[in-house]
């Protein structure tokens, strides 16, 4: 009876279940990442200290948009600090336009504002 031998695989072992994830940073970027696993206690390779600095990145929660209360309290300011800065020489209606021109904002901004 004949001994069956496995045949050998070809190329490297796998390392890792997990799918690859590659990207390119910034000589800079790298650096800092470099120097956050220097200070960490295990001091991480940068593969894995690049995976910690983005898990920590995905468990911070982001800022909520400011509620109705919070944008409608931010115009009052807004208004108050325009009207000690305003023009006392000019027409009130001139004043009142250039005060509500700076309140509405650019143009540009208008669409990021409509959900305040």
């Known amino acids: 009876m004949s001994i069956k031998a496995k045949p050998k ?3 490297r072992p796998a390392t890792g279940r997990d799918p690859m994830m590659g990207f390119r940073a910034a000589p800079v970027l790298r650096a800092s990442i ?3 696993a220097e200070n960490q206690p295990d001091i991480p390779t940068l593969s894995e200290a690049t995976r910690r600095l983005v898990e920590l990145g995905l468990t911070v929660k982001s800022a909520a948009r400011p ?3 919070a944008a ?13 800065h305003a023009d006392t020489s ?9 005060k509500n021109r700076l309140l509405e904002g650019p ?10």
């Not at 143009?107 to 305040?116: A, L, P, T, Y």
């Open 90 to 98: 000019a027409p009130s209606a001139e004043r009142e336009s250039r």
């Open 67 to 69: 509620t109705a209360k």
């Open 107 to 116: 143009s540009v901004f208008w669409d990021v504002r409509k959900g305040m």
């Open 9 to 11: 695989k070809r190329g």
């Open 72 to 84: 409608a309290r931010a115009a009052e300011l807004a208004a108050k600090a325009i009207d000690k």
């Open 34 to 36: 470099v120097k956050w």
